[in-house]
């Protein structure tokens, strides 16, 4: 059974850059079956797609994110990481990491993290 | 349009049906997707996927459906713990990923 687990830190200051990490066991990132993403939620507001990853090389961002996200890999720790730089208070939400089966037209996240909450405050 | 439509707010009476709509123009070519989040911020659950797929574990009372550009999640005989957010998930026409803006279904 698959597990994804997020970590890092709870309070991020403004204009500084949120790094988290998502360790996933039961499953490898590796796997050409998968993609691996993220996605948050602000606090009382609904779901935004960050960004995947396929394979550990190709990576797709939100447009409206992309100039600021980077997505990275560490296959010899089964991880992931999210950098999202230029932290305002809008960016203040819950992260998920989640495995999404490689379906082009059914799209579909089967596997979610518990979440970690950031908060962007001075 | 990039964007997936939800009405923000939907009841239903306990013990009957409900249909949660998801409005999209991407949604002729792509399926939509299902979640319940019970309380904001929880893990989503998946409910539905592709072509009504319910991933083991999943009551059958949730189905879902397609008609032109809107997607509808259908519960039969609605219950107290169906009482959640909705979201539906697709692509948009560029292929990213995109969520709508959520449902809140109160069961009365």
């Known amino acids: 059974q698959v597990r994804l687990q997020e970590s890092g830190p709870g309070l991020v200051k403004p204009s500084q850059t949120l790094s988290l990490t998502c360790t996933v066991s039961?499953?490898?990132?590796?796997?050409?079956?998968?993609?691996w993403g993220w996605i948050r939620q602000p606090p009382g507001k609904g779901l935004e797609w960050i960004g995947s990853?396929?394979?550990?090389?190709?990576?797709y961002y939100n447009p409206s994110l992309k100039s600021r996200v980077t997505i990275s890999v560490d296959k010899s720790k089964n991880q992931f990481s999210l950098e999202l730089n230029s932290m305002t208070a809008t960016d203040t939400a819950v992260y998920f990491c989640?495995?999404?089966?490689?379906?082009?037209?059914?799209?579909?996240?089967?596997?979610w993290g518990q979440g970690t909450l950031v908060t962007v405050s001075s | 349009s990039s964007e997936l439509t939800q009405d923000p707010v939907v009841s239903v009476a306990l013990g009957q049906t409900v249909r949660i709509t998801c409005q999209g123009d991407?949604?002729?070519?792509?399926?939509a997707t299902w979640y319940q989040q019970q309380k904001p911020g929880q893990t989503p659950v998946l409910l539905i996927?592709?072509?009504?797929i319910r991933p083991s574990g999943i009551p059958e009372r949730f189905s879902g459906s397609i008609s032109g550009t809107t997607a509808s999640l259908t519960i039969t005989g609605a219950q107290a713990e169906d009482e959640a957010d909705y979201y539906c998930?697709?692509?948009?026409?560029?292929?990213?990923?995109?969520f709508g803006g959520g449902t809140k279904l109160t069961v009365l």
């Open positions: 989640a495995r999404q089966p490689i379906e082009v037209v059914s799209l579909h996240f089967d596997s």
């Open positions: 039961g499953a490898s990132i590796s796997s050409p079956n998968y993609y």
């Open positions: 990853f396929y394979h550990g090389v190709t990576t």
């Open positions: 991407s949604l002729r070519t792509y399926f």
């Open positions: 996927y592709g072509e009504n």
């Open positions: 998930n697709s692509r948009d026409n560029s292929g990213n990923v995109i």
